[in-house]
């Protein structure tokens, strides 16, 4: 407890002194931050590897009681929350050096992580729910921060989407709480095997909204790409990492902890849900040039891949394979812990690059990485691990969706046996699209010549700021390598669930019993290191020493390649926009203006952009059907006092008539 | 011995690629090249100086170590001539496609990188093609994967059941249409041009001379051979040994040859008889391959076979 009560001290005391007048000190307090990150890093550790149990009580009144409650997802997903917090802490020396408001920026920071660590710990349903409130609603402001028009909207549409998703929440709360009579999450799970089937489909459903909106999963990712621009980079680092796997949280809290048995369509359809997600996510991260919603769209790509995993799990589960669902939601917590650590490393690079640039559209960047080699280089062992290429960590956690997801061929039903190497085959699809994406988001902005002012003569981010990301960048090549360190953590939480534990055998190394697979990250980079090796020493026997000469690019003998002449970001995916328009209905405008028709030109104008649908044809017309119901029940307020007091008449007599026995 | 079955393809690579330009100039009435000249061309560009852009960063440098040393690895995962396998701890089929994914995000990155249209364009191509191939070749896979149990490659190859069922017919077709887009042969590439408007793999490469150009050059003949092997190893297993007693060893790699020089065959008689198909035609073709491999696994979910 010792670790838990610094951990809570360290961040007040440092929101504290965020409000003092200490203009010159203030951005040194997340330092004290970051030791409270970690701090509430090693009570998750002992959380995790310890029974369930009840840790603070709040007695406020008889009915209402503030409950934390420690189990191993919960220590898990705390587990998660301070690796980020730790490193974004560190970052945020550096990034809020020159803020505007960072006095604001600090208290809410600060806030801002301890009610994300409320979140995984709630042990009922009033602390739950108030935390997700004021978890909410801190973001809320972070999000609204920067005081512009692009943050006012972007928070407006957050806090819309948010509390549509927290309706839904509070509404299967509701249904748990009448069913079970109990506001304790641990009471509520011993009972929950009483729920009728249909009760148990509408929770399902309600979860599925609630925690969707905040995880963000298609068609209900219309915030992330919003939101996470609108943010300064620290925080979009902290949601896109973090906050939105509190949805995650949620529903494996709901569905596979508090419910247990699922029938099997839900599986199936979490599969569907997840396989939908990172297909069209990565789609429109694909075809964005402004690299924080790029990075936004990925997030609604990888809770996808998530999604497949928890699918996975509960199909397989309600299959009898309990092995294999181990595999499936060891899996998805794996790729939880991963893309934290990745997301939150491309954000961060985003923002130095932003910091350094002051632009967010890639087709002002260019030749970054020699100005800014070591942002660079974090930026790219993001970019591998999040496209899952060995022997960075994204790649283990989708061998290890894949090899669950195989391993449902195992079912008894066809729906499971057609569903489950569907999901996969989207798995595939998603990561070469992931991919092309990352070639263009890393390639576009980093390589190549400076295509703007922008980035000609940028220097590299402060100290603080490369440390941050460093950490991040080391966790990505650790947690790639040792997944068996890795899946120790995760295993005390899969066990709950299924009852079946995934051992692994060493370190470095995986063995899937069931189908004797195996994977050794590891060994793979062992491999690659004496491989090159060797090679250099083969190629200075084959060739010698040669001689290099530096010139220009092979320009046809032009000689005057411009900058302008390169790739750009919206023509690197021109060959995708024209194979999938079906999916981006791509408009283009070609205005051509002449001095004489036809040979004499003044000008050329040319705009492309895609429809997003989703907005078009289901968020357009269910905001116009609102605001038209809400326009016609408008008429009853008229602002005539007399009419109100007639209606006060109304429904006197009314109560009168129909409430009188 | 089994340690280094993977020489055989770092060494055979060139020459099988020697084999289909051979073939090939021969059903085009040409005498070609000899059986050896990939070697030869190998060889001269290691003995040549470089010239490298001004523009390139150290992705440009590092981009064909990368590519080459990833498929070496590659190549110690797949069983060749035995299916005892020590290295197949390393990793299943699955990792053999990301590693592979790895070393072509290198070398998009390289093309990209001396900032000229003809890398970018090479690069957008190349990575647009991979994302209408990955589906199709992952569902081939998971058809065998799946009636195997197991993704481990020694595994795959060392089940000597029914071969030829439906849905390993439909697997192998669309996983040919795979390896013939991943190693940039016609219809889907041209490995013999250099005209601009047309090239993928060679626009990435435009910017490479000397050594680093016979790396990228060797590793794609590696990986051309690696798919060929995969193949036979998945859908041809038959004359693979499971032991590693010498007479048998040579026995099996007799028969490795003469499956290469097979599938080299047939390689070329499609190159020489087929045209390259317009960029924006591949969809069509890459997409039957989708319905292909996707078909092959509802065959062998409903049938079994």
Partial sequence: MTAVNTGISCFLIAAIISILPLQKIKRYTYIISSIGSLGFGLFALSIIFSAPSKLYTLNISSAFDFVFYGDALSGFFLLAISVLAFAVSIYSVGYTKDMKNPGAAGVLYNFFILSMYAVVLSGNIITFLISWETMSLLSYFLVTLQRDEESARAGLIYAVMTHAGTAFIIALFLVLYTQTGSMDLAEIKLYASHIPDTLKNLIFIFSIIGFGTKAGIIPLHTWLPRAHPAAPSNISALMSGVMIKTGIYGFIRINLDILQQSPEWWGITVIVIGAVSCIIGMLYALMEYDMKRLLAYCSVENIGVIFLGIGAAMMLKSNGLYTASSIALAAALYHTLNHAVFKGLLFLGTGSVMHATHTKNMEKMGGLLKSMPYTGLFFLIGSVSICALPPFNGFVSEWLTYQSLLSGFNSVSIASKIAAPLGAAALALTGALAAACFVKAFGISFLGMPRSSHAEDVKESSASMITGMGVLALLCLVLGIFPGLTLRVISPAVFSYTGAGIMPTGAGFLHIGGSLSDLSPAAILISIIIMFITTVIFIFIAGGKRKISYGDSWDCGIKALTPRMQYTATGFTKPLRMIFRKIYLPKRDLNISYIVKPFFLSSIKYSGEITPFLEVYIYRPLTSLIRGAARRVSILQSGSLHLYLGYILATLILLLIFGGN | ?305
Avoid: C
């Fill in chain 2, 1 to 305: 011995m089994e340690y280094l079955q993977f020489i055989l393809i770092i060494i055979l690579s060139p020459l099988i690629n020697g084999v289909i330009r051979k073939l090939k100039a021969q059903m085009q009435g040409r005498p070609g090249p000899g059986l050896f000249q990939s070697y030869f061309d190998l060889i001269r560009l290691f003995k040549k100086d470089m010239r490298i852009s001004n523009t390139t960063s150290w992705i440009f440098g590092a981009a064909p170590y990368i590519l080459f040393t990833s498929t070496i690895v590659a190549a110690m995962i797949v069983p060749v001539i035995t299916t005892v396998s020590p290295f197949s701890v390393m990793g299943d089929i699955i990792a053999i496609i990301y590693i592979f994914a790895l070393g072509r995000f290198f070398m998009a990155l390289a093309g990209l990188d001396a900032g000229t249209a003809f890398g970018g364009e090479g690069s957008s191509r190349e990575m647009t093609v991979a994302i209408l191939v990955e589906p199709m070749l992952m569902l081939s896979i998971f058809t065998a994967a799946i009636s195997a149990g197991s993704t481990n490659i020694a595994m795959l190859a060392s089940i000597s059941g029914p071969i030829y069922t439906p849905s390993h017919i439909l697997a192998l077709s669309a996983f040919i249409i795979a390896i013939i887009a991943e190693t940039g042969r016609i219809p889907v590439d041209n490995p013999d041009t250099h005209l601009e408007l047309t090239m993928i793999h060679e626009g990435m490469v435009l910017e490479y001379s000397g050594k680093y150009l016979a790396l990228m050059e060797w590793a794609h003949y590696m990986k051309q051979m690696l798919l060929f092997t995969l193949a036979v190893d998945i859908f041809f297993p038959a004359g693979i040994i499971n032991n590693t007693e010498p007479a048998a060893l040579a026995m099996s790699f007799g028969i490795y040859l003469l499956k290469m020089f097979s599938i080299a065959f047939f390689m070329a008689i499609i190159e020489s008889s087929r045209a390259k198909m317009r960029f924006f035609q591949l969809p069509s073709l890459l997409e039957g391959g989708f319905v292909l491999a996707f078909l092959s696994l509802l065959t062998y979910i409903m049938t079994g076979r």
